[in-house]
């Protein structure tokens, strides 16, 4: 792209059928979005769309950059980091653009729906319609990490594969879901595929760091026109439910689906609720058709 960063993709579905982009999370990779999950997208007439962000992935990983200081980013805003959400929009809307999609049905889950609440800022006309999932609006007063949770964030993974998903699995017992919704075995083959894959504590740090310059997206969310649906579990310790609350309160018409027990994570229990909401969303905007295929209002 434009820019220097290339990012990895995979698109599958029918052509003529209208996109879903799946933006992934803080130092995710685009097999986060589980095929399974994808799989029913496609069935329900979607053409899906996941990628690597930049510094996750098999996407461009940026050398160096200022350092990781989540104060200076606070106070030096843009000028403080290496790039910030703006920039990780504009890749999504680049790509979109290279791969000759006019418009799309996003959806991103934590960083990713701040992303997705970014593109819709910035690029509105990319934009059929918004799903934020277990994401926050940027403000400082909410969407904060418990002070269990903030550890989570800040420790390093280890570099090796068991000791990294057995520490992946202990963080999920603070920001996972709970009860009914808990799946080990998910989660451990989760983390293997991850590491087997490619992780980056560094490209993560310029991650966190970016989020954190960006600011509150508040103010700009009001303009927001997409149909838009909020996706937040009330288990969630890394991004509390107040940041999903939050960001269906900044955007006019906005519809909040609170799942019981899901944490920060979307386990396959709560899938078919997710995807269904995701639908309904879509549908919004569609010409009324069952399958979700139809023209852009």
Do not use: K
């Not at 690597?52 to 106070?75: C, K, M, W």
């Not at 277990?134 to 993974?157: E, I, L, N």
């Not at 905007?285 to 069952?290: A, L």
């Amino acid at each position: 792209m434009g820019t220097g960063v290339e990012l990895c993709y995979e698109l599958r579905g029918a052509p003529e059928d209208p996109v879903v982009v799946l933006i992934a999370g803080l130092g995710r990779q685009l097999i986060g979005w589980d095929d399974e999950f994808c799989h029913q997208l496609v069935a329900r007439g979607f053409r899906v769309l996941r990628f690597d962000n930049r510094d996750a992935g098999l996407s461009t990983h940026l050398p160096g950059g200022p350092g990781f200081d989540i104060g200076a980013a606070r106070r030096g805003g843009r000028d403080a980091v290496a790039y910030t959400l703006d920039d990780m929009a504009d890749d999504t809307a680049d790509l979109l653009g290279v791969l000759g999609i006019e418009d799309a049905h996003l959806v991103g889950t934590s960083m990713g729906g701040m992303i997705a609440q970014t593109v819709a800022i910035r690029h509105p006309s990319r934009v059929r319609s918004l799903c934020s999932i277990m994401s926050t609006t940027g403000a400082d007063d909410v969407g904060r990490p418990t002070a269990q949770a903030m550890t989570v964030v800040m420790q390093r993974p280890p570099a090796e594969r068991e000791p990294y998903v057995a520490f992946e699995l202990a963080n999920c017992r603070i920001i996972g879901s709970r009860r009914g919704l808990v799946d080990e075995e998910w989660r451990r083959d989760r983390y293997g595929r991850f590491f087997d894959r490619g992780i980056d504590p560094a490209g993560s740090a310029r991650q966190i760091m970016a989020m954190v310059a960006s600011g509150d997206r508040t103010p700009a969310l009001g303009g927001v026109t997409a149909p838009t649906l909020v996706i937040h579990g009330d288990a969630d310790t890394l991004v509390p439910l107040d940041g999903g609350e939050a960001t269906a309160r900044a955007i006019v018409g906005a519809e909040l689906v609170v799942i019981p027990d899901m944490g920060h994570e979307i386990p396959p229990a709560a899938q078919p609720q997710v995807v269904d909401a995701i639908v309904a969303n879509a549908r919004r905007v569609q010409d009324g058709s069952p399958d979700g295929a139809g023209a852009h209002r």
